[in-house]
């Protein structure tokens, strides 16, 4: 077999192959025979079938077979002698088969990028010397008490701060409705109907409880906000919205005496005492939770920028197109219309394309490293994982991995387990540090942005009707 690979980029290359008519003629045979020994043709015992009825009957099938074998094997072939990383090969191209029997053919290979690795063993990370104290306890007590809360109407004064005021408001943008205005949804800053706002700093925009202080009871009020910089919707960043305001509430919220009873009420069976330490234990559970979070963050950011290389065009247009529709369907999801959807689609698509080269480029990493380490999974561990999963599912364990088997997903299963325990590699050698710098959320920017929906009193707007059992459901977890 002469196999000729032409380098067309750093991740594609043209295969050209020629297979003399010997090696064609051997592949043949063997295939007639397998053929043959498992065709069941009327008037022949098995496997006893001459070979011109096989080629006469499945010739065409044959003739693909072999096809897909030579195919295969030059692949494997130039693979190995010419150190290529072959992730696809397209449908083989200009087939031809010459008069002395030989058969040649081409293909376009997209390959993996080649790129040197970098010092993975030595990234710095610097992670927030943080610790919960009993402010975070006293401050998490304080919202448990407000879902237990008791909300008495007031019709003899006006708003002031802390108090509950029940609105109905909408904003606009040089005289027209905001969303509107900007061509897009803008979540809660658009309108809303029977609002619960607590009257303080921040609650919706910076001044806007101060604007209301003094209204009475069914007052429209008509005044201006700024937008904070770091509001998702880029075209509001410090813009000033005008907002129309009716007040038809005002409650003063009483909250319930912190005693045993109340504690046994949120965690049966406890008291002050063991809420509070349930509350700790909660609390510690989501800092170390987050602390995790933001060391891999951290460590797979440095990882990217320490090396740069190109990315095969394909899978970067198939991995974007996934991650388009993934955000367009939370979009859908959070209210949005189609209209506005379409609207965004150059946005969706700029951040589709920005996410897709980030994971590709991060996968093609720790790929590489695990090749390094020699970092695999046991049989031992997938069996454990998919026991985990059919469990999950409620299904046979049998049924469940055939399933997995059929569907191709036994293989992602495994690419996955194998780069969750790269980051762990990555993680035990990495040089970490304490800064006093404060933990952040490190949520990308979504098509939609955050909407109260139902407010909610811990955040200092909502209904108060709403069944909260959030801590006891979290130590049962």
Known sequence: MKITVERQSDCAARLSVEIPPANL??????????FGNQARISGFRPGKVPRTVIEKRYGEQITGELEQRMMQQAVNDAAQNENLRVIDAKTPEDTVYHPDGALTFSSVLTLAPEFELPDYKTIQLEIPDRAIGEEDIENEIQNVRARYADYTEVTDRPL?????????????????????????SVGYLGNGEDYWLKMEDDSILPGFSNS?????????????????EEFPVEELRQVELDF???????????LPELTDELAAEILPGSDINGLREMIRGNLE????????????????????SMVQFELPPELVTAETQGQADEMVERGLGSGMSEDEIEGRQDEIFAAASQRAQTNLKTDFLLQRIAE????????????????A????????????ASELQKSGRLREIQHSMILSKTIDFLLEHAKVSSTSEQLENDSEEEVTQA??????????????DSDVKEESEKNDE
């Open 25 to 34: 003629k051997e592949e043949r045979l063997k295939i007639i025979r397998a």
């Open 160 to 184: 002031q701060a802390g108090d509950f005021a029940v609105i109905d408001y909408r904003s606009e943008l040089d005289g027209k409705p905001t969303e509107e205005a900007v061509g897009q």
């Open 212 to 228: 209301l202080e003094g209204a009475a009871l069914g007052e429209e009020r008509k005044f201006s906000c700024i937008v904070p």
């Open 244 to 254: 129309h305001v009716t007040v038809k509430g005002i409650k003063v919220q009483k």
């Open 285 to 304: 559970h989501q800092l170390n939770q987050q602390i995790e979070e933001f060391k891999v963050s951290q460590l797979l950011e440095k990882l990217t």
């Open 372 to 387: 390094e380490e020699q970092i695999q999974v046991t049989q031992e561990e997938m069996a454990n994982r998919v026991a």
């Open 389 to 400: 999963m059919a469990n999950q599912a409620k299904k046979p364990i049998k049924t469940f």
């Open 451 to 464: 909407d109260p929906g139902e407010p909610d009193t811990e955040s200092g707007s909502g209904s108060p």
